[in-house]
């Protein structure tokens, strides 16, 4: 059974990005269901890197348990 990872980025807009004149940075959560934390980051950074946004750093990653 694969777990819940939260991962919270920090990102900033690409160049191209419309909302780049308005905001200069994001903290971004992310949770994601994978079999292990390097596919759980992986899927995360592609997603976000594909809605416009570059990581710049990675806040926190963990696997969700029922207690979080």
Not at 19 to 39: L, R, S
Request: proline share 3%; glycine share 2%.
């Amino acid at each position: 059974m694969m777990a819940v990872y939260l991962v919270r980025l920090e990102a900033i807009p690409h160049n191209d990005n419309p909302v780049k004149a308005e905001c200069v940075g994001a903290y971004v959560n992310c949770w994601v269901k994978a079999d292990n934390m390097k596919i759980a980051f992986q899927t995360a950074t592609e997603y976000v890197n594909n809605q416009g946004w570059e990581v710049i750093s990675v806040e926190d990653q963990f696997e969700v348990q029922r207690e979080i």
